[in-house]
């Protein structure tokens, strides 16, 4: 019998040693710069849901009627930390809008903005009250 194949074999499996671990080496960053970015991703889309939140919640308050400062601090309530809140009252709707921005990957990704809006009708003062007899008549 030939014993050549084995050798060559053998040659063949110790020049291939390590290159698993190299090609590792070149993946990893590409693997880290993606896994930032989808976080990133995820960060800027829970900003958003924050924002639109926050916003809701302070045009119902708005809607009954409390007063601009009560609304903002609803809104500042449920709006991400250094959001931005912008309270339009017409004499029928009133119309909110929190922005926040946020930075996709750090100190080294870009700046996105993400904002919310929401309106609602205002009520007027005496269906309010109208509506609060009608619940509160009892014994």
């Given at each position: 019998?030939?014993?050549?194949?084995?050798r060559?074999?053998?040659?063949?499996?110790?020049?291939?040693?390590?290159?698993?671990?190299?090609?590792?080496?070149?993946?990893?960053?590409?693997?880290?710069?993606?896994?930032?970015?989808?976080?990133?991703?995820?960060?800027?889309?829970?900003?958003?849901?924050?924002?639109?939140?926050?916003?809701?919640?302070?045009?119902?308050?708005?809607?009954?009627?409390?007063?601009?400062?009560?609304?903002?601090q609803?809104?500042?309530?449920a709006?991400?930390?250094?959001a931005?809140?912008?309270?339009?009252?017409?004499?029928?709707?009133?119309?909110?809008?929190?922005g926040?921005?946020?930075?996709?990957?750090?100190?080294?990704?870009?700046?996105v903005?993400?904002?919310?809006?929401?309106?609602?009708?205002?009520?007027?003062?005496?269906?309010?009250?109208?509506?609060?007899?009608?619940?509160?008549?009892?014994?």
């Open positions: 019998m030939n014993a050549q194949p084995y060559d074999r053998d040659r063949d499996r110790d020049r291939d040693r390590g290159s698993a671990t190299a090609e590792f080496a070149l993946l990893l960053p590409a693997v880290v710069v993606l896994l930032a970015t989808a976080l990133g991703g995820v960060r800027v889309a829970v900003t958003q849901v924050q924002c639109v939140d926050a916003a809701r919640a302070a045009a119902r308050a708005a809607a009954r009627g409390e007063s601009p400062d009560v609304v903002r609803v809104a500042r309530a709006a991400p930390d250094g931005q809140v912008s309270v339009d009252v017409t004499a029928s709707t009133v119309t909110v809008e929190v926040a921005h946020r930075r996709l990957a750090g100190p080294l990704g870009g700046a903005h993400a904002r919310g809006s929401a309106s609602a009708a205002v009520e007027a003062a005496g269906e309010a009250a109208g509506e609060a007899a009608q619940v509160q008549v009892g014994p």
